[in-house]
C-alpha cells in the first residue's frame, strides 16, 4: 500500500501562552511513500518525525493537507480504521498480559464478521511469533525479557492483524549498540519478508542508512531530501543535510570560491572550473575519507593526535577556518603521519569535497 | 555479638513503646475476654471460661450491631469504591473544571464529621416543624413521608449507608485518580489503533494496571466499614441500641463505657469477635487478590 501526504501541514498552539504563532510540527509534507519500501523519517529531536508518524497513523489529526492509502483518502478516519500497526518507542507491552496475550489482543478487538476462532487466533499468533523469533518465550510477561525481545513482541503484535501499513517510532532506541545492530537486520528481514509498507522513525542517521530503501530527511518540520541512502550522502541538498549524515560528521571549512578555485584562507585546494564567475564566499565541506595525506597538499592544519581504529585511521587536527571543534580525516591505517613542525598536509578528493552558498546554505554543484 | 546487642539497643526504644502501648493491652484484651464476672472495681472475677463469648453471641443487642455492621460493609464498600472509580474515570477524562470538580468532591473529607452530621439532620429528620428536605421531595412526587432518623429501620439504614458512602469517597477519588494519572498513556494509544473498544480498554488495561490500588482501597474500606461507630453517632445519637443502629464497635463501647456499661469482659469479647471477623475478611480478600491483582 503506498502512502500519499498531499500538503500536509500540523500546527500546535505554543506552549508558551504569550507567544502567540503556533509551532509548526509538520510543514506542506508533499510526497509519496512507494508501496512494500522500507522509509526512514530521519532528523535531529524535536524536527516533527514524531508527529509526522502519527499523522499518517491517525493518532493526530492534521491541520490542513491530506493523507492517502493507496488511492483511499484517510485524513478523516481514525487510528483503529486505518489498518495500521504502531510499534511505541517504549514498546507499549501491556504489563500484566503474558506476550501470547499481548500479540493477540489486537485480534480479539475484531468485532462481526471479521470475529476470528480461538483456534484461528492461536494460529496467527504462533505465525506472528515466528517471524519475530520468538516462539519459545510466548509465555511469559514482559518484564521478564530483554529490550530487545520486548521489542519483538511489539512488532508481533503490530503485524498480527496484518496491517497495510506499520509504522515504527524510534524502534531501536531502547536497545544497547550490539542488540542495536541485530535488530535493525531483523527489522529489514521481517520487512521484506512481509513486503508491509514500513516507515519508521529515528534520529540516529546510520540507522536510517543502514536499512532504508528511502531517507526522508527533516528538520524542524520542514522536508530537506528525501532519496536513496547513498544519495543523500552523496549529494546533500544543503549544508544541514551534510552534516547531519555520516560518522565522524562532514568537515566545514569557510572558503570562498575566486576564478574558478575553491580556497580556504589563502590556498586554492580544489579547481572547479564550472565556477568561473560565481565568485563568493562559500562554505567547504569535506567527507573525513576525503582527505589524503600529503606534505605538499594545499591544507595545512595543525596536527593533535590519531586515533587507531584498526581497520583505519583517524587523524585529528584543527585549522583556523574550521567550523567547530577538531577536523576529523579518515585515512587508511597503514599509511604514515609525519608532521612537521605540527603542521600536516592534506590535498583533497574533488568526489568527497562539497560546496555550500554561505547565506542560504544551499548546495552549489560543481 | 556486640554488633547484635547495638542493634538491639537501637531497637529498644520503639519496643518498649509498641509492648507497653500495644502488645500489652491486646494481651490483656484476650484475658479479659476469658475472666468470668469481673469487677472493675475490686479488679477480681469467679473464674475462667468461654462465659462472655457465649453472653455476647446471645445477647441481642450485639446480633443487632453484628447485622447492621454486615449491611453497612456489604452495601458500603462495593458502592463506594465503584462509584469512586466511575467519578475518577469521569475526572480524569475531563479537562475543563477538573479542578474545580476534584476540589468538590474531596470537600467532605475535610470538613468535620459532627457538622456533616447536622445538615444531615436537616436533609433527613422530622421535626416538630419540618418533615426534612428529603421527606418533603418524596411527598413532591406523591411518596409517603419518611422520618429517616426515627423513623422505620429500612430508612435508617438508608440514611447511615448514605452518609458512609458519602465519607469515605473522597480518599477513594483521590487515590483513584491518582493511580489513574500514573497509567502510562501510550496503553491507551496502543489500544486505540488495535481499534479496542473502550469498555475492552477499561477491563483489560485500565483496570489491571490500578488493581493494585482498588485492591487498596478495598481492604481498608472493609476494615475501615466493620469499625464504623462515629458516623453512627454524628446520626443517631449517642443511644445507638435504642435507635436500634448499633454496631460492633458501638457496642463494645457502650460496655465499657454507656449507661448499661462497666462490662470490660463483654467488651473484650465483642472486640475479639470483631478481630475474628476482620482477620477472616482480609485473608479471603488477600487470597482473592492473588489471582486477581496485578503488580508491577
Redesign the interface.
Known amino acids: 500500500m503506498k502512502i500519499v501526504l498531499q500538503h500536509l501541514t500540523k500546527r500546535f498552539p505554543n506552549r508558551n501562552k504569550k507567544i502567540k504563532e503556533d509551532v509548526i510540527a509538520v510543514n506542506d509534507f508533499d510526497f509519496e511513500i512507494p508501496d512494500g519500501k522500507l522509509i526512514g523519517l530521519l532528523g535531529p529531536s524535536g524536527c516533527g518525525k514524531s508527529t509526522a508518524l502519527n499523522l499518517i497513523c491517525g493518532l493526530e489529526k492534521p491541520t490542513e493537507g491530506r493523507i492517502l492509502f493507496g488511492d483511499t483518502d484517510v485524513t478523516e478516519l481514525p487510528p483503529e480504521h486505518r489498518g495500521v500497526g504502531l510499534v511505541f518507542q517504549n514498546y507499549a507491552l501491556y504489563p500484566h498480559l503474558t506476550v501470547r496475550e499481548n500479540i493477540r489482543f489486537p485480534l480479539e478487538n475484531l468485532r462481526g464478521s471479521k470475529k476470528l476462532s480461538k483456534e484461528v487466533m492461536e494460529e496467527k499468533v504462533l505465525e506472528a511469533a515466528k517471524l519475530v523469533q520468538i516462539e519459545e518465550l510466548l509465555d511469559r510477561r514482559p518484564s521478564e525479557m530483554s529490550g530487545g525481545q520486548q521489542q519483538r513482541v511489539a512488532i508481533a503484535r503490530a503485524l498480527v492483524k496484518r496491517p497495510q501499513v506499520l509504522l515504527l517510532d524510534e524502534p531501536l532506541s531502547n536497545l544497547d549498540a550490539r542488540l542495536r545492530l541485530q535488530t535493525r537486520e531483523e527489522l529489514k528481514r521481517i520487512q521484506l519478508e512481509t513486503g508491509i509498507t514500513t516507515v519508521f522513525v529515528t534520529h540516529d542517521q546510520e540507522e536510517a542508512m543502514s536499512i532504508s530503501d528511502t531517507i526522508v530527511v527533516m528538520k524542524s518540520g520542514v522536508l530537506q531530501q528525501m532519496g536513496k541512502p547513498q544519495e543523500i550522502y552523496d549529494e546533500p541538498v544543503n549544508l544541514f543535510v551534510a552534516k547531519f549524515l555520516g560518522t565522524p560528521q562532514i568537515n566545514v571549512f569557510e572558503g570562498k570560491v575566486k576564478d574558478g578555485k575553491i580556497y580556504i584562507g589563502d590556498s586554492a585546494v580544489l579547481n572547479a572550473d564550472s565556477l568561473k564567475g560565481a565568485d563568493g564566499e562559500v562554505y567547504v565541506a569535506v567527507r573525513p575519507e576525503g582527505f589524503v595525506v600529503d606534505s605538499n597538499g594545499p591544507l595545512k592544519c595543525n596536527f593533535l593526535n590519531r586515533e587507531v581504529m584498526g581497520r583505519d585511521t583517524s587523524v585529528v587536527a584543527t585549522h583556523p577556518l574550521f567550523m567547530g571543534e577538531n577536523i576529523r580525516a579518515i585515512i587508511p591505517s597503514e599509511e604514515e603521519i609525519a608532521p612537521v613542525d605540527g603542521c600536516v598536509g592534506f590535498s583533497l578528493k574533488p568526489s568527497k569535497v562539497r560546496v555550500f552558498d554561505r547565506v542560504t546554505e544551499e548546495r552549489i554543484s560543481l | 555479638m556486640k554488633k547484635n546487642l547495638t542493634a538491639w539497643l537501637c531497637l529498644l526504644p520503639a519496643l518498649v513503646f509498641l509492648g507497653v502501648f500495644m502488645v500489652y493491652p491486646l494481651v490483656d484484651v484476650l484475658i479479659y475476654s476469658f475472666e468470668e464476672g469481673y469487677n472493675f472495681a475490686s479488679q477480681s472475677f469467679w473464674g475462667t471460661g468461654l462465659y462472655n463469648y457465649s453472653y455476647v453471641l446471645h445477647d441481642p443487642y450485639f446480633i443487632q450491631a453484628l447485622k447492621n455492621t454486615f449491611i453497612i460493609v456489604i452495601i458500603t464498600v462495593p458502592l463506594s469504591t465503584g462509584i469512586a472509580l466511575l467519578i475518577s474515570l469521569e475526572l480524569s477524562s475531563i479537562k475543563a473544571l477538573r479542578d474545580f470538580f476534584q476540589t468538590v468532591y474531596f470537600l467532605p473529607y475535610v470538613t468535620n464529621t459532627l457538622a456533616v452530621g447536622l445538615v444531615f439532620m436537616i436533609l433527613f429528620k422530622k421535626t416538630a416543624y419540618s418533615d426534612g428536605l428529603i421527606s418533603i421531595l418524596l411527598q413532591l412526587f406523591g411518596g409517603p413521608s419518611v422520618d429517616f432518623i426515627d423513623g422505620p429501620y429500612w430508612a435508617k439504614m438508608f440514611v447511615m449507608c448514605f452518609y458512609t458512602i458519602w465519607i469515605v469517597m473522597p480518599f477513594k477519588i483521590l487515590i483513584l485518580t491518582s493511580a489513574l494519572a500514573s497509567v502510562?498513556p501510550?496503553?491507551y494509544?496502543?489500544?486505540?489503533?488495535?481499534?479496542?473498544?473502550k469498555w475492552?480498554i477499561f477491563y483489560?488495561?485500565t483496570l489491571?494496571?490500578i488493581s493494585p490500588m482498588v485492591f487498596y482501597l478495598i481492604i481498608t474500606g472493609f476494615i475501615g466499614a466493620f469499625k464504623a461507630y462515629s458516623d453512627e453517632v454524628a446520626l443517631f445519637g449517642t443511644d445507638l441500641n435504642a435507635a436500634g443502629m448499633n454496631t460492633i464497635v458501638g457496642y463494645v463501647y457502650d460496655m465499657l463505657y454507656g449507661n448499661s456499661g462497666g462490662y470490660p469482659s463483654y467488651a473484650s469479647a465483642a472486640a475479639l469477635i470483631l478481630f475474628a471477623i476482620v482477620f477472616t475478611i482480609t485473608t479471603i480478600n488477600l487470597m482473592v487478590s492473588r489471582k486477581t491483582v496485578?503488580y508491577?
Not at chain 2, 189 to 197: E, I, R
Open positions: 502510562n501510550s496503553y494509544k496502543a489500544a486505540q489503533v488495535d481499534a479496542t473498544p475492552r483489560k488495561i489491571p494496571m496485578y508491577q
